[in-house]
């Protein structure tokens, strides 16, 4: 991937289930060098504090999770394609000012053609709406503690990561 280390949590792990063939054929081989980040309690409390404060529907749970798990993990930038709840400048403003008020750095949310070269326009990680929101209610009356199991049950952590002489790649994270 080059200058970028790619990072995967267990959000998107869980949310590419059923994907296209090619789709799933990218995401592995993404997966194959990537850093597997998890869920924590710390994860869900911000992803709680970005609905509030952004007054956002508890169907974006998925979406919020997603800034808040890389955000928590010092990812320094997110991938995406979903152009309505994730690269959108008026919510990465709140994301941010959010992530500034709970002590956490700013975030930069890109589209993936911006970041990764490899991306052919052929592929995209265009996920069903259906998918997206029946996830969101599946766990939007879960505890912290029991998201933290579900997303993170379906992993595997321990990943040896490639070095490069040229110092530590920046990382990132890819949501749909």
């Not at 997966?31 to 992803?47: N, R």
Request: aromatic residues 8%.
């Amino acid at each position: 991937m080059g200058l970028f280390r790619p990072v995967i949590s267990s959000v998107t792990v869980e949310e590419i289930q059923g994907a296209p063939q090619n789709v799933m054929a990218f995401f592995k081989k993404v997966e194959a060098t990537a850093e597997i980040i998890t869920l924590s309690e710390d994860v869900v409390e911000l992803s709680n504090v970005y609905l509030k404060e952004g007054k956002f529907s508890p169907q974006l749970r998925v979406d919020t999770l997603h800034i808040a798990v890389a955000t928590v993990n010092h990812v320094e930038l997110i991938a995406s394609w979903n152009f309505k709840h994730i690269v959108n400048l008026d919510r990465i403003r709140i994301y941010n000012a959010v992530n500034l008020k709970m002590g956490y750095p700013v975030v930069e949310i890109r589209k993936p053609e911006e970041i990764i070269h490899e991306i052919k326009n052929s592929i995209q990680w265009r996920f069903q709406r259906k998918r997206r929101e029946a996830l969101s209610r599946r766990i939007c009356k879960m505890t912290p503690s029991q998201m933290v199991m579900l997303f993170n049950g379906k992993i595997k952590v321990n990943r040896s990561l490639r070095q490069t002489n040229h110092g530590p790649p920046h990382k990132f994270h890819g949501t749909r």
